[in-house]
């Protein structure tokens, strides 16, 4: 279950899960509150906050609220790997880097 949730983080690319009380709604990030409204039934405070923690240690802010409009539109992430443009390919390297932490460290 978790891994259709980190599928819609990484695109199909997962450190065990986070002992930390989850921050509030307010205080969440950009990939958190995606993660939290994407009404996916693997989608939980927990899981969606561990992957937010990971985007803190990834992602700078804009990539994160990038990568956050993924959850809503999968196929914004298709057209941003397909690109040819350099800013696009360089995004798309921490992305991915990104999606594997995740996966390891998230996953479970």
């Excluded at 959850?71 to 390919?89: I, L, Q, Y």
Aim: glycine share 6%; net charge positive.
């Amino acid at each position: 279950m978790k891994k259709s949730i980190l599928l819609a983080v990484s695109l199909a690319v997962t450190l065990p899960v986070l002992t930390t009380i989850a921050p509030s709604a307010a205080a969440a990030g950009p990939i958190e509150s995606a993660c939290n409204q994407s009404h996916r039934k693997a989608a939980n405070r927990s899981l969606c906050g561990c992957i937010q923690q990971v985007a803190d240690q990834t992602l700078r802010g804009a990539d994160q609220r990038r990568a956050a409009t993924f959850f809503k539109d999968p196929e914004k992430a298709h057209k941003v790997w397909m690109s040819k443009r350099e800013s696009d390919d360089e995004f798309w390297t921490r992305y991915k880097a990104f999606g594997a932490q995740a996966e390891a460290y998230c996953g479970g």
